[in-house]
């Protein structure tokens, strides 16, 4: 049972915008930095957000993060049929001390 | 080119034991912390255990505190996993990862008798 929310799935038509959330509390997104992963299928997981909002290179900028106080959010805008993936937003909780995942979010492009 | 590359998985009865190792290149192993995370079959990722540049500090989930030893040797460019008193839910496919910027494709590890 992972302490940070994401809905299972979102969907969207080639070209629109998807946001997917990622809720916590105030001991992990509350007082950490949020990264985000994709998980193509079949792959291992690739950082597409660090820090909240920040992308490595090579990540477009059709993706973006923000945080709001224990919650996150990352958006794909002009999606297309590659961003089919799984999508997870992860952190540091001080009271687990340790590193936590959410529960995962399965962006179909319709 | 960055890798990193784990290996050591394989099918294991209930209480035994496996070593899992993550070979690093392309990069300066020992200025990174590093972390396993797996992730059984059809289910999310779960963080198991990470470790700092000098192997002084180690972090574990609570799941598999007591029973798992993360390790590293910097000389060989090279993370570790012991992994005692295994348990059926123990079964996934363990990943490596570089300061969470690059992961490897995984070992998979298989609990049952």
């Known amino acids: 049972q992972s302490v940070l929310t994401q809905p299972p799935s979102a969907s969207g038509t080639p070209g629109q915008r998807v946001t997917i959330s990622c809720s916590g509390s105030n001991s992990n997104i509350g007082s950490h930095t949020v990264n985000w992963f994709q998980q193509l299928p079949g792959t291992a997981p690739k950082l597409l957000i660090y820090?909240?909002?920040q992308r490595p290179s090579g990540v477009p900028d059709r993706f973006s993060g923000s945080k709001s106080g224990t919650s996150a959010s990352l958006a794909v805008s002009g999606l297309q049929s590659d961003d089919e993936a799984d999508y997870y937003c992860?952190?540091?909780?001080?009271?687990?001390?340790?590193?936590?995942f959410g529960t995962g979010t399965k962006v179909t492009v319709l | 080119e960055v890798q990193v590359l784990a290996s050591g998985g394989g099918l294991v009865q209930p209480g035994g034991s496996l070593r899992l190792s993550c070979a690093a290149s392309g990069f300066t192993f020992s200025s990174n912390d590093m972390s396993w995370v797996r992730q059984a079959p059809g289910k999310g990722l779960e963080w198991v255990s990470s470790?700092?540049?000098?192997?002084?500090?180690?972090y574990y989930a609570d799941s598999v505190k007591g029973r798992f030893t993360i390790s590293r040797d910097n000389s060989k460019n090279t993370l570790f996993l012991q992994m005692n008193s295994l348990r059926a839910e123990d079964t996934a496919v363990y990943h490596c990862?570089?300061?969470?910027?690059?992961w490897g494709q995984g070992t998979t590890v298989t609990v049952s008798s």
């Open positions: 990862a570089k300061n969470w910027d690059a």
């Open positions: 992860a952190t540091w909780d001080g009271s687990l001390n340790g590193h936590v």
């Open positions: 470790i700092t540049t000098s192997g002084d500090s180690t």
């Open positions: 820090r909240n909002n």
